[in-house]
């Protein structure tokens, strides 16, 4: 079964952190992560970090110099380490990746996996 499933996200004090990872398995022959966003509840789907052609990325202003997106290819894996985090960040985080499978590249996200921030 191709997927690709986040984990990592819990409950944290303000100021704390947290790594999520995002790992895609399954009878894939390449991967290509596009990127972390997020969504707190009323509001729509943002974005949070993305991994752009080589190895630069990009990020919302509201992280910037407090998450980093990564990934390790040898283990088909996405990170994103996210420090000093604030109220605001609270809200499931999604990763997405376009995975290339035999009948082609198709876009998958995972289940999400909650962040809150409070004391």
């Known amino acids: 079964q191709v997927q690709v499933v986040e984990s990592g996200g819990g409950l944290v004090q303000p100021g704390g952190s947290l790594r999520l990872s995002c790992a895609a398995s399954g009878n894939i022959f390449s991967v290509r992560f596009m990127g972390w966003y997020r969504q707190a509840p009323g509001k729509q789907r943002e974005l949070v970090a993305v991994m752009q052609s080589g190895s630069s990325t990009r990020y919302a202003d509201s992280v910037k110099g407090r998450f980093t997106i990564s990934r390790d290819n040898a283990k088909n894996t996405m990170y994103l380490q996210m420090n000093n985090l604030k109220p605001e960040d609270t809200a499931a985080y999604y990763c997405?990746?376009?995975?290339?499978?035999?009948?082609?590249?198709?876009?998958?996200w995972g289940q999400g996996t909650q962040v809150t921030v409070s004391s």
């Open positions: 997405n990746a376009h995975l290339t499978i035999i009948t082609g590249e198709y876009s998958y």
